[in-house]
């Protein structure tokens, strides 16, 4: 436990420094814990870093309720493609829905769980199973997402697999496309491209494997 612990703080003195020579001052780190135990939570919140990422709500849940008081202080974001049945077990528990990118669900959320912050997830590998809407159908939803009583805080994207480099274009038009909208939150970068996305202009990187370790 005390080894994880310090460990963990190590890799996260690595991930600000690799943010800080992109020029990434001010950046929001979610702490991505998908597939790591409650601990990874409680490390993360000992370490200061009270955001943290689940991508399956049953998963989020169970380590939610496994940490008991300790949980208190994190806020939970949802990073995965979440599906509209699963919105009634974590209304009101969950800090920033992050993968928004549709209509169905902009109103399930409206309904379920009256106000809630939220980001619009834009494709931008078009990658159907990747999730998120077409950037070009984002104003619409995010138009909707308001209208319905959401808070729409801003926009996130996952930059495409292979070469870091390969994620910058889809990462500035997210980013112009947040300017557009007058949307403060862009929500870009992981282990792999947190360079990259940093400077584009990301407000958010989502780490999971360079803070906790390669997932079994
Ligand atoms: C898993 C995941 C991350 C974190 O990925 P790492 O490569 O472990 O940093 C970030 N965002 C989303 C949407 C993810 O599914």
Redesign the pocket.
Known sequence: MRLVAEAVAERLDLVRTRMARAGGEDVTVVA?T?GFGPEALRVAGQLGLRDV?E?YVQEAMAKIDALGPAAGDLRLHL??QLQRNKVRAVAGRVALYQSVDRASLVDELASRDPGAAVLVQLNLSGEDQKGGCPPDTAPALVDRARAAGLEVRGLMG?GPAGAPEAARPGFRLLVALADDLGLPVRSIG???DLEVAVEEGSTMV?????LFGP?S
């Open positions: 991505v998908k990422g991508n990073i995965g996952v992981m282990t792999a989502r780490i999971g494997r360079a997932r």
